[in-house]
């Protein structure tokens, strides 16, 4: 016979609150069996689903994202046009993670050139900084048209 687990042995060994684990299970993400006392049983299938879902969210996914799209030990008997539309699905929120990146890295640099112009403010310093808001501008004016040019004029050396 298959171990169980309780709520709180799942909570402890996986780190989970126990909140979190019952309203997996009351949106369906996670339904584990239910004793005649109505208590939850989670085998050890349920626990890779959580494992999961941990690795999901921590790869940015929504709870939605997670429940719309992975069936994790429910594919036995999955159809080949699914796997193909979760892989486009992966490749789509991978291209979105790659952007936030190169997002994050210029911030990172903007803020990497601030400070060394703060802790040594010369002329030189001071144009990198204002070339580095200049791409930084026009980024965010290719995202936004709205934005006018003279925003980034007005504050140049």
Known sequence: MEK?????????ILGVPKDTLRYYDRIGIVSPSREGNRYRRYSKKDLIDLMNIQIMQYADFSLAEIKGKFGFHRMENVDPAYCQEVAAF????????????AH?????????VAAETLR???HESDQKLAEIVREIYQCIRKK?????EEGCHGHQG
């Open 90 to 101: 992966l490749d789509a929120k991978n291209a979105e993670t790659r952007k936030k990146i």
């Open 120 to 122: 040594d403010f010369n």
């Open 144 to 148: 936004e048209p709205g934005i006018s």
């Open 4 to 12: 169980l687990y309780s709520i709180q042995e799942v909570s402890r």
């Open 104 to 112: 994050l890295e210029k911030v990172s640099q903007l803020l990497d």
